[in-house]
């Protein structure tokens, strides 16, 4: 008898085979159903968007599902018009943000995917809604009443008057239109994109000269172009007001904007695994100064003990957390980089006469990272300059020293070996070039700062860098690639035909900073074990800093890579 024959006797002489048989097909129907289903597109849902009333500029968080695992021909939509690919920072199947582009409208926000549309949710431009006056003097938005200068240079000091600065700075900021080729032109003086317009006064260059509730003095920024001006504190941002910014020694030119997509890494692993002593990270994060003014924090793992640090990204955990299994500490950021051109005019550069400032003391002299105490260093400059007074030629006679007098290495020396080596041997790496050159202009007197980042390589390939920035006063930074010059390999993505004269006053955008200067971290305890990495993409004396208890653990500290290039 066979099997089929069996099992329909088996059907009619048992009422329990029949039911048993009932369910297996119906539990067959619904896993069919489901599966199908399953692979169905979802049309996207939205279940709120942040902010509800919001500015250009902002950034917006639509959460929900069926937006899909990546964007491809998916969009936004707000008030008919469609985000720009470049404004988006994330996109999930349940989360979306990007930033407000400054033609934002009032309208209804709508997700569009290959699903279909999603129901509308309604979004008002802040700018276009009237706001009553607060009768709170504590919460007001800052005024400005009057400007000391209509005109200035660039490091002139400025006088701001008016009401609701606040006491004290804290996190406020002062606001100048940018000195850049995609900046675009606002005929009513609106703020507009604050990331692509305006450049805020830079606490590192001793901008801020003093602050109160009622009165501003600040420094006119490296970067800055006539325009507009506005104070931005945590109660609001200030009307603007305008201003022009003179070049008495020549105009510097920002073009050639490269965005580029970075993630920086480290991993570490715990051989002891029943350790309950900490471990602390300092990530470098990129810096933001004229040349690359945006620099975007876009993803982080895992949560870091502290985000705000203006240098690093902080991360801070057990060691009895961490298996034998490493664990990556990562965070990718979204920076911005233009070409700099110098446009200098040699004979029009003046000898410093602010000597007593913060600023001028603070750029010549020694420090952890450019000591000056050996007497080779002064030495050295009597026999390259002699009697010459005038920073730009001096600045350009060490330059030319170099190029005649010392050979370049592509490989970069490993440990904590002194600069001055390169007197002797004439042939060192990048990270000496750059150093000796900035301890000479600051032994004779211009202020000079070394600046560690990564170099971008042609094919998204980057390799640790240094290069130094020399101050000019009513000029500003003006950079200088010694080791560049002097025949370091490297493909830039356009030809330069002179290198020896371009990396005098110009660079290309494919440097990107992590440091200027050197960071002196303080250790959280005096017996804690620290490690120091010496010779790579940042100056920093602490990179890791562990628990006096720590018996051993692994790290490994990847150089930077390149996710995308725009």
Not at 207 to 232: C, H, K, L, Q, T
Not at 429 to 438: E, H, I, N, Q, S
């Amino acid at each position: 008898m066979s099997i089929i024959s069996s099992y329909k006797n088996l059907l009619r002489r048992s009422p329990l085979a029949r039911t048993v048989s009932w369910i297996v097909l119906l539990a067959g129907v619904v896993f069919l159903f489901r599966a199908v289903s399953h692979n169905v597109k979802r049309k996207p849902n939205i279940q709120t968007i942040n902010p509800l009333i919001g500015a250009p500029g902002d950034e917006m968080v639509i959460t929900g599902s069926g937006f899909g695992s990546s964007r491809g021909t998916s969009y936004v939509e707000i008030a008919g018009s469609r985000i720009t690919s470049s404004a988006y920072k994330v996109w999930t199947d349940s989360k979306i943000s990007f930033i407000l582009p400054s033609n934002v409208q009032d309208g209804l926000v709508i997700v569009g995917t290959s699903a279909g549309k999603s129901e509308p949710a309604f979004f008002a431009n802040e700018i276009g809604i009237p706001v009553a006056v607060r009768m709170d003097p504590g919460s007001s938005i800052p005024t400005i009443a009057s400007v000391s200068h209509n005109a200035a240079v660039i490091g002139q000091v400025i006088t701001i008057t008016g009401s609701n600065f606040g006491s004290a700075r804290g996190t406020s900021e002062i606001y100048f239109s940018a000195n850049r080729d995609d900046v675009a032109v606002f005929a009513d003086g609106g703020n507009g994109d604050r990331n692509g317009t305006f450049i805020a006064a830079n606490e590192s260059d001793f901008d801020y000269v003093s602050w109160n509730d009622s009165e501003i003095s600040v420094r006119i920024p490296d970067g800055a172009a006539s325009g507009s001006f506005y104070i931005e504190t945590n109660h609001g941002s200030s009307g603007t007001r305008k201003i022009n910014i003179n070049y008495p020694s020549g105009k510097k030119q920002y073009e050639n904007k490269r965005t580029y997509v970075i993630q920086v890494a480290a991993d570490i692993s715990n051989h002891v695994a029943t350790q309950e002593s900490s471990i602390s990270l300092y990530i470098p994060k990129p810096v933001i100064t004229s040349f690359q003014p945006y620099a975007e924090l876009n993803e982080v793992y895992p949560d870091p003990f502290i985000v705000d640090d203006p240098f690093d990204m902080i991360h801070k955990k057990q060691l009895n957390q961490i298996s034998n299994v490493k664990e990556r500490f990562s965070q990718t950021y979204v920076v911005s980089a233009y070409n700099v051109k110098s446009g200098i005019n040699p004979l029009k550069v003046k000898e410093y006469r602010d000597k007593s400032s913060a600023f001028y003391s603070r750029y010549v002299s020694s420090d952890s990272c450019v000591q000056l105490e050996n007497s080779a260093i002064q030495l050295l400059l009597d026999s390259i300059c002699g009697k010459e007074k005038n920073p730009y030629n001096m600045a350009k006679l060490v330059y030319n020293y170099f190029i005649s007098n010392y050979e370049i290495s592509d490989k970069v020396r490993t440990g904590d070996i002194s600069f001055l080596d390169l007197i002797r041997r004439k042939k060192g790496d990048a990270y000496d070039f750059t150093v000796l050159y900035t301890a000479l202009c600051r032994q004779a007197g211009i202020p000079a700062v070394p600046v560690a980042g990564i170099l971008v390589q042609d094919k998204s390939e980057v390799k640790p860098h240094w290069w130094t920035e020399i101050y000019f006063e009513g000029y500003g930074w003006f950079p200088v690639d010694v080791a560049l010059a002097c025949g370091l390999e490297f493909n830039p993505f356009k030809a330069i035909e002179d290198r020896q004269e371009f990396y005098f006053g110009n660079m290309d955008c494919q440097h990107i900073a992590f440091s200027r200067g050197f960071h002196q971290i303080k250790q959280s305890s005096l017996n804690s074990k620290i490690v120091y990495r010496p010779r790579t993409y940042a100056l920093q004396s602490i990179w890791e800093e562990a628990g006096d208890a720590t018996s051993s653990y692994s790290s490994l500290w990847n150089d930077p890579i390149i996710l995308g290039i725009y």
